[in-house]
């Protein structure tokens, strides 16, 4: 099946430090890619829709200027923790669908476990 | 928003006995995933259903889906130790490139 990396798989930072996780489709082409967020023993909650080459769209309650995101190519979106506070460790998971599959299988990176100290 | 509910929200079974999840949803799907993941980790895709099937088997999965009152379930059969997971259904809307919106999920003990 197809492949989605995340880099890096953890991060510990000081709060009021920005983090950048990178999220790549390995062997596909990928319009749309979608951050997801995730605290402990709790569901996915989806953050945003990233889209190739045009602004993301966020979901209600979710500070855009806090969780930049940019989706330069179509095998590469980021995601930018700024000032990152305790509050915003989480585990932040990305996913893609190949653009040519229409609405098929959304293939999930491994996550990426931030913790703010 | 998380579209709808798993239950039950937990679930211990003894390994070789049959674990069975349900899920629930709002809105008109396309189809319906269910996930798995271990504590900390990734996520596995077990199965999707598409809205115009009503049941679908992989290995010891059995998927069932009843678009009239909009509610799928997951039968696991002769658990195993390893099947110990959070489990959760995932759906996508009918109209455009919308994303999964991810149920609460299962956390399943299966236990030796």
């Known amino acids: 099946g197809a492949v989605v990396s995340q880099h890096p798989s953890w991060v510990i930072c000081k709060s009021g430090t920005s983090v950048k996780i990178e999220c790549r489709s390995l062997?596909?082409?990928?319009?749309?890619m979608f951050w997801y967020r995730q605290f402990p023993k709790q569901s996915l909650m989806l953050m945003a829709t990233?889209?190739?080459?045009?602004?993301?769209?966020?979901e209600q309650g979710v500070e855009k200027d806090k969780f930049l995101i940019n989706h330069a190519s179509l095998t590469l979106s980021t995601l930018t923790v700024t000032s990152a506070h305790p509050e915003d460790s989480s585990f932040y998971i990305c996913?893609?669908?190949?653009?040519?599959?229409?609405?098929?299988?959304?293939?999930f990176g491994p996550g990426t476990r931030l913790t703010v100290l | 928003s998380q579209q709808g509910e798993e239950d039950p929200q937990a679930l211990s079974i003894q390994e070789g006995e049959n674990a069975t999840m349900n899920c629930s949803y709002k809105?008109?799907?396309?189809?319906l995933q269910w996930y798995r993941q271990n504590s900390g980790r990734g996520l596995v895709h077990l199965i999707l259903?598409?809205?115009?099937?009503r049941e679908k088997h992989s290995g010891r999965l059995r998927v069932t889906l009843d678009t009239s009152k909009k509610s799928s379930s997951l039968l696991i059969t002769a658990s195993r130790a390893a099947d110990t997971a959070s489990y959760f259904c995932?759906?996508?809307?009918?109209?455009?490139?919308?994303?999964?919106?991810f149920g609460k999920g299962t956390r399943l003990s299966v236990i030796a």
């Open positions: 996913s893609a669908r190949d653009s040519g599959q229409g609405v098929g299988e959304q293939f």
């Open positions: 062997d596909f082409q990928a319009t749309t």
């Open positions: 990233s889209n190739e080459g045009s602004k993301a769209t966020y």
């Open positions: 809105t008109s799907i396309n189809n």
């Open positions: 259903i598409r809205s115009n099937e």
């Open positions: 995932a759906t996508v809307r009918t109209s455009g490139n919308t994303p999964l919106v």
